[in-house]
């Protein structure tokens, strides 16, 4: 038996849900699950709602400390979470 014009079915998903238009909800999907796993239950705790926009990931957060300590590392919160949805998912952060 010979192998012919073979693709990995990795590759075909990711073409497929390109293809439907599907890409960018899935990986807003990962960035949002991705929250509690990059910054814990701490922070968790205290969010309230996320949610994503034109790349602008909007975070309502009940502690005003805590807001603010997130809003001194923005920068590298972006990095992080779009590093673990595995794509460039958001651009800038709002926290509210």
């Known amino acids: 038996m010979r192998k012919t014009d073979s693709e990995k079915v990795g590759g075909v998903i990711m073409q497929y849900l390109r293809e439907m238009g599907l890409e960018t909800p899935l990986n807003e999907h990962r960035l949002i ?15 309230k709602e996320i949610r994503i926009y034109n790349q602008v990931l909007f975070v309502t957060i009940t502690s005003a400390a805590l807001r603010n300590e997130l809003m001194m590392r923005r920068t590298e919160l972006v990095a992080r979470l779009n590093a673990e949805a595995g794509a460039q998912v958001i651009t800038q952060i709002v926290l509210k």
């Open 33 to 47: 699950q991705a929250w509690d796993k990059v910054l814990g239950p701490a922070v968790s705790r205290y969010t």
